[in-house]
């Protein structure tokens, strides 16, 4: 199995272009998370979703990121307008089916530089 | 903010060394797992222990919980130069009821010189 795989790996861009980060989530697994890695504040869940469906976006940071599953095997996080604020890595993981007993297979992540 | 908390936050030892980090945290929990970062990679599962466990054994590595003390510690024995990284605690307590949510610590940075 390939594992969680995100694209791209790295992406700069200038603040008020759209930003679009994606993953795809280990076959099998019908639960993905998107989380947010800075120094500051460490790994920040954005979203889950399971059986492609969002659970939980309380951690959205607001409405410029957006996040969809069209299907079991995609997922894309978007941010329109992007800002500097919104430099991190962004690291997508999949589990079987959500429990937090289970283990979480990270992406590589992206890391997103917003001049 | 954040929940699990790692202590200490860097930690340099040389190789065949043991290596102890620990994690605090506020509230009940159902379990708690350790995870590995490389750098500029992502999050591996190392070992997940559960409330009702008090130690756990995987290789070289000892992960005991405290539940009184609302602590767990991590040990890595003989260190090797290829385990550098960041370990990270994550537990469920920041769940709000849910069943699904993991909070993660700000980590440990672990270096082991050849």
């Known amino acids: 199995d390939a594992g969680v795989i995100q694209s791209p790996r790295h992406e700069v861009t200038e603040m008020g272009q759209e930003v679009t980060l994606r993953c795809k989530p280990i076959?099998?697994?019908?639960?993905l998370f998107w989380y947010r890695q800075t120094m500051m504040r460490g790994l920040e869940l954005l979203i889950y979703f399971n059986n492609n469906v969002p659970i939980d976006d309380s951690g959205m940071p607001e409405d410029r990121f957006s996040a969809k599953m069209p299907n079991a095997s995609f997922s894309t996080l978007k941010i329109q307008p992007s800002e500097p604020r919104d430099s991190a890595v962004y690291f997508c993981a999949s589990s079987s089916s959500g429990g937090s007993w289970e283990t979480q297979y990270f992406g590589p992540g992206t890391r997103l530089l917003v001049l | 903010s954040q929940q699990g908390e790692e202590d200490p936050q860097a930690l340099s030892i040389q190789e065949g060394e043991n290596a102890t980090m620990n994690c605090s945290y506020k509230t009940s929990i159902n379990n708690l797992q350790w995870y590995r970062q490389n750098s500029g990679r992502g999050l591996v599962h190392l070992i997940l222990?559960?409330?009702?466990?008090r130690e756990k054994h995987s290789g070289r590595l000892r992960v005991t919980l405290d539940t009184s003390k609302k602590s767990s510690s991590l040990l890595i024995t003989a260190s090797r130069a290829a385990d550098t990284a960041s370990y990270f605690c994550a537990t469920d307590e920041d769940s709000g009821g849910s069943n699904y949510k993991l909070t993660f610590g700000k980590g440990t940075l672990l270096t082991v010189n050849p």
């Open positions: 076959s099998g697994h019908n639960s």
């Open positions: 222990i559960r409330s009702n466990e």
